[in-house]
């Protein structure tokens, strides 16, 4: 007892305070790095039976709040979603051109109907008619162009898709060994390996939203909110992706891996058949779920309204309208020839029956169009599509014509009938003809119509487009393939003399081209978006306005929104970062209070030996 | 921007995050101030950018309709100044007629045909004129010069026929028989003391028509047609008239133009080289017949070449110019010329088409050039060489251009008469077609569209004002903005840096 005890309790108190030096000199060391958390250790009286024989050093805790952590990296996942998705619509916004600039779509269109103008007052001027196909050519290079950057941002967002899914691997890996490590050691608790792991976790959120489970036995195990286990505490889900290196406009995720041009996501856990993540929807936050909703709908419906521009600028200017002429009965009627229905092309029949309005909308194909064609992509989104296969025998296409109809709003319905190239529909039992009409391209610029092919589908073998669906919709990408006529090109005084007879002068065509632009409204299909998911009637001239007011305010929505994010998340890492960070004033003062108490513990065995000597010495 | 994994204990995250947007608004606002434009992509602009999309295309097609205004009105101009020239050169004819008198050169034209010829040169220039390679006066055959030349109009080619012949054979038709002895298609008999004037039968179209005949005196027996075709007048000397005792025969032409041929009974013979007024009294009845015979034959002559002759070239030139490639009916005359029986149509090979413009009839002229000012606004401002009013000069120049006269009383009086026709023509009459109408119509479009351009001017500007609150900032605000992030930006630096030295450390 006695002098002997103090110096034991001073030498522990020697010991514990470098223990504590020891984590305070770490704590300032690491008030730096990334994915450290304070520690701090609380020294505790050392028992000898039932007598306090010194201090010894306590458990090493780190200050974590487990709450604030599972909310940083929730906000942490979607404020990458975000800022991902704010910079790939500020980068489609910035495609469109500074406003009133030289290169904006508007800007090009404006010009394209200008010159337009001009070659109205000027027809015979050789000037205003190159004029005319110089901007056009400029306003098909924008589009190309601008569907080019759509595209380059798609095959990008696939790349970057690739390098995020690496790196999830990657840090999945490290979790699981990290993890390992520390389940081998049930009883030390090491901080480290601990920090190590969540600084993994923490960077797994950026890329998705992750969820962290911590068990019992110190391990944890990972899955994203929409549920794909990530980790279950043994063995990580292998993600793979596989990537295609071009994306065009056709390249379009499907859940069928059959018809999918794209990559996609699969986890597969072992050697076990793998999960196509993306059909499942399991990332729904987090810089991989950006990427994908830019992939597969963002930058698709921008491609789409560059298409759906492209195929108006052609349409608008190519496309006649034919009306039915009666037939009298009875029973009464109306009749179309079809002679110049070009693939794609449409006829539209109204009719009553049994008191209800029906409408069908017959599409033309030469037998290569798909099966199911959506009503909005061929006008009419109320309408019944039929496909038409002009060439088929009369009697196949009117039976399946009849088949059709009788099949969706019952028997009774207008009767089809063909003779030569003429289509016939007249009342049926229990129903009356309305309105019968087909739309037409012009294909010939020198056909007798106003109507001109001004621009073609480069793609295919530059013929006009003309809505073909055979072998797929040739919509897709149009944007990316449309090209002056060069039929226009070498026979350029086309743009006004469009018959025989027709002299240099007459305003007549260069009036319709410009009035189909700027005054004729059309309707586009409701896959633009830019009615929600209505078709929207506007001029052509309008929908490229729309077009790029459309992605003006994507754009800034998304920086709204990315901005509110990160005032969340800088909030949440305000209060982690209090909560968990090293302060270096506290440090100090814990030095400080260390000091002295080593000081302090030093003197007293300063003490000791005093006396022992004094006691020697007697 | 992808946001790095966060990493407690870097305390500076924040604040640096702070920083750098406040650099950013910094460097944006000084892009505002170089650029003066809010935003450099539509998605800055705010929800305003639909009325920048919208303002510039309507800014566009402004810019159109102005350029159109701006071209229409240079052409307008230049068109009514070729008008203004064209109606003065019919003026000037007008005067030159009402000056000169008939003074043949060696050619046998007068100074005012010699001018008409000059003029008609001139017009052709004025009507094919062109501004920057379009036509003005070819309606929508703006590629076409819408008029041949002089020389062609006036002598054809070989195988296509001009004016001149055109007249002559017209000429021809009209007097009848051989050259120098037609009488307007009219034959004279000597039976006894019969003098006998007849029509052909049956009538052709051409030449005189007998409507009536009447004497003074008790002794000339005057029996007018008596409805019956050939129309035959005739006079029975049943014996000697006294002097000055009359005959008259009245005359019309195909078109019912009153004619009256007057002899009065002489004791002389008929004055050689003057007109044919007199017969003289002869010693018998029979010499007085014969006396009357010669004098109608020579007196009916002399009418058809003074009457016929000038409105034959009239009605040439005239239904010449007004021939379209389309309407060729009724323009030649049907060999043989002397005794023809009417009218053929022409066709593109053997006769000259003066006009090789735009003339389809569906169109006016104004509408072949519509120029659209405005939204819904649209001016004609076309015109066509070929317009009534053009003809009608065109006509006139040509026929003083296309006739030759002899220095005989007879011509001089032929002289007379075609000027007197062609000014007529050219006089500011109820039924005359008038160049200056083209021109004030023209006139008026160019003072509409001045108008318009100053609608347009003023709508500009108002566009450019919203496009301005729209696009634009305004420099003060701009720079007020920086001064105040300029403050803000080196307060937290100063902060910052005060913070960052107030560490325990420098103090231990």
Redesign the interface.
């Known amino acids: 007892m006695g002098l002997m005890m103090a110096l034991n309790a001073a030498v522990s108190g020697l010991r514990t305070t470098q223990a504590a030096m020891n984590i305070t000199s770490q704590n300032v060391a ?9 520690r701090v250790m609380q020294p505790i009286q050392q028992l000898a039976g039932d007598q306090t024989s010194g201090v010894r050093t306590g458990e090493v805790s780190r200050t974590l709040n487990v709450l604030t952590q599972r909310q ?1 990296r929730l906000e ?1 996942a979607g ?2 979603y975000t ?2 998705m ?2 790939y ?2 980068q489609l ?2 495609l ?5 600039g030289p290169g ?1 779509l ?2 090009i ?3 394209f ?2 010159s337009l ?2 070659l ?7 000037s205003a008619r190159n004029a005319v196909l110089d901007q056009a050519g400029v306003l098909a290079s924008q589009l190309a162009r601008l569907s080019d950057s759509v595209q380059g941002l798609r095959t990008e967002a696939e790349g970057q898709i690739g390098i995020a899914v690496d790196r999830a691997n990657e840090l999945l890996t490290s979790i699981a060994s990290v993890n390992q490590r520390i389940l081998a050691n049930p009883n030390v608790n090491d901080p480290g390996l601990l920090d190590e792991r969540d ?1 993994h976790i ?2 797994l ?2 890329l998705m939203d992750v969820q962290a489970t911590y068990q019992r036995d110190g391990s944890v195990t990972l899955a994203t909110t929409a549920g794909l286990s990530l980790f279950n505490g043994m063995q990580p889900v292998k993600l793979s992706f596989d990537g295609r290196s071009t994306l065009v406009p056709q390249s379009q995720y499907s859940t069928d891996s059959a018809t999918r041009t794209v990559g996609t996501i699969t986890a597969s856990y072992g050697n076990g058949v793998g999960t196509d993540v993306i059909a499942n929807g399991m990332i729904r936050s987090g ?1 991989i779920a950006g990427l994908i909703e830019m992939r597969d709908k963002t930058l698709v419906q921008a491609q789409r309204q560059l298409d759906e521009l492209a195929a108006g600028m052609s349409r608008a200017l190519s496309d006649y309208r034919v009306d039915g002429t009666a037939v009298a009965g009875p029973p009464a009627g109306l009749e179309i020839n079809f002679a110049d229905m070009q693939p794609g092309n449409t006829m539209s029949l109204e009719y009553t029956q049994g008191g209800v309005t029906r409408r069908i909308t017959l599409v033309a194909t030469e037998g290569g169009a798909p099966a199911m064609i959506a009503a909005g992509d061929v006008g009419d989104p109320g309408a019944l599509v039929i496909p038409f296969n002009p060439s088929a025998p009369a009697a196949t296409t009117t039976n399946a014509i009849s088949t059709a109809m009788s099949t969706a709003f019952g028997a009774g319905g207008p009767v089809p009938t063909i003779s030569g190239l003429t289509l016939r529909f007249v009342a049926g039992s229990s129903s009356t003809v309305g309105t019968f009409s087909a739309v037409m391209t012009e294909t010939d610029p020198a056909g007798g119509r106003t109507q001109i092919p001004l621009f073609v589908d480069s793609g295919s073998g530059n013929q006009p487009f003309t809505g073909s669906f055979e072998g797929g919709s040739h919509l897709t990408g149009l944007a990316q393939r449309l090209a002056v006529n060069p039929a226009l090109l070498a026979e350029r005084h086309r743009l006004v003399v469009y018959d025989t007879g027709i ?5 007549t065509r260069p ?1 319709f081209l410009l009035d189909s632009l ?1 005054k004729t409204t059309r309707s586009f299909s409701p896959a633009a978006g830019l009615n929600g998911s209505g078709t929207f009637s506007s001029t052509v ?1 309008g929908f490229a ?1 729309r077009t ?2 459309f ?6 929505h998304a ?1 709204r929104l990315d901005e509110g994010q ?1 005032v969340a ?2 909030a949440i ?2 209060r ?2 209090e909560e ?3 302060n ?2 506290q440090e ?2 814990q ?2 209070q260390l000091q002295t108490a080593y000081g302090a513990n030093a003197r007293v065995m300063t003490a000791v030996r005093d006396m022992m000597d004094l006691l020697m010495r007697m | ?11 500076t ?2 604040s640096g ?1 702070n920083f750098v947007s406040m650099r950013n608004d910094l460097a944006d606002l000084q892009r505002q101030l170089t650029t003066g ?1 809010r ?8 929800f305003e ?2 009325t ?3 303002m ?2 309507r800014l ?2 402004i ?3 102005k ?2 205004i701006d ?2 009105t240079l052409r307008i101009k230049m068109m009514t100044q070729n008008l203004e020239r064209l109606s003065k050169l019919g003026q000037d004819t007008k005067s030159d007629i009402m000056l000169a008198k008939f003074n043949l050169l060696s050619d046998g034209t007068t100074f005012a045909q010699k001018n008409a010829e000059q003029r008609f040169k001139e017009v052709v220039d004025l009507l094919n004129a062109d501004l ?4 003005l006066f ?7 010069l819408p008029m041949e030349s002089f020389e062609l109009i006036m002598n054809g080619d070989g195988t296509r026929d001009g004016l001149k012949q055109m007249i002559s054979e017209r000429t021809q038709a009209e007097l009848g028989g051989a050259p120098g002895t037609g009488m307007g298609r009219l034959s004279s008999a000597l039976a006894g003391s019969a003098v006998t004037l007849s029509t052909e039968s049956p009538l052709p179209p051409f030449g005189f028509r007998i409507a009536g005949a009447a004497a003074t005196g008790s002794t000339i027996l005057a029996t007018p047609p008596g409805g019956g075709i050939p129309q035959t007048a005739s006079f029975d000397v049943t014996g000697q008239p006294a002097v000055g005792d009359t005959i008259t025969i009245r005359l019309t032409d195909a078109s019912n133009n009153p004619f009256t041929v007057t002899l009065t009974a002489s004791a002389s013979p008929p004055q050689s080289g003057a007109l044919a007024t007199t017969f003289q009294i002869g010693a018998s009845t029979t010499d007085t017949a014969a006396n009357l015979h010669a004098a109608l034959t020579q007196a009916v002559r002399e009418k058809a070449v003074t009457e016929l002759q000038p409105r034959a070239a009239m009605q040439t030139a005239e239904a010449f110019f007004a021939a379209t490639p389309s309407n060729l009916a009724n323009l030649r005359v049907l060999p043989p010329y002397a005794s023809s029986a009417g009218m053929t149509a022409a066709t593109a090979t053997d006769t000259v088409i003066w006009y090789t413009g ?1 003339t389809d009839p569906t169109i006016t002229a104004r509408n ?5 000012v405005d939204q819904g606004q649209v001016l004609a401002t076309g015109a066509r060489a070929n317009e009534p009013a053009i003809q009608n000069v065109l006509a006139q120049l040509g026929v003083l251009a296309a006739s030759t006269f002899a220095d005989t009383k007879v011509d001089a009086e032929r002289y007379r008469v075609t000027t007197e026709q062609v000014f007529g023509k050219l006089s500011d009459k109820p039924g005359n077609p008038k160049v200056s109408d083209i021109a004030s119509e023209l006139a008026t479009a160019a003072a509409t569209m001045k108008a318009t351009k100053d609608r347009h001017a003023a709508s500009e500007s108002m566009i450019f004002d919203a ?1 301005d609150g729209v ?1 634009g900032v305004s420099k003060e605000e701009a720079a007020m903005a920086i001064m105040a992030l300029q403050n803000q930006l080196q307060a937290s630096y100063q902060t910052t840096s005060m913070l960052s030295r107030m ?3 420098n103090y ?1």
């Not at chain 1, 690491?30 to 304070?38: D, H, L």
């Not at chain 1, 469109?96 to 009133?100: D, E, K, N």
């Not at chain 2, 072949?368 to 659209?372: C, D, E, G, I, Q």
């Open positions: 690491n008030a730096n790095s990334a994915g450290y958390t304070r940083l942490l404020a990458n800022g991902l704010a910079s619509a500020g916004d910035k469109f051109g500074t406003p009133g904006a508007d800007t269109v404006n010009d109907t200008r103008q001009t109205v007052n000027e027809p015979g001027s050789s600084r923490n960077e959120s950026a810089e002299m240099q002068g007459d305003a009036r700027t001239t306005r790029v007011e992605q003006g305010a994507a754009s800034e920086k990160n998340l800088a890492e305000s982690y970062s968990t960070g090293v270096i004033d100090m003062a030095l400080v | 921007m992808a946001i790095s994994p966060f990493k407690p204990g870097s305390l995250r924040t995050t434009q935003a450099d992509t539509y998605g800055g602009l705010g950018r639909r920048s999309l919208d510039r295309a566009s097609a810019d159109g309709y350029d159109t071209q229409t920057a390679g379009r036509s070819a309606g929508r055959a703006v590629d076409r735009d072949t050039a519509p120029v659209r496009l696009e560490s325990l450390v231990l």
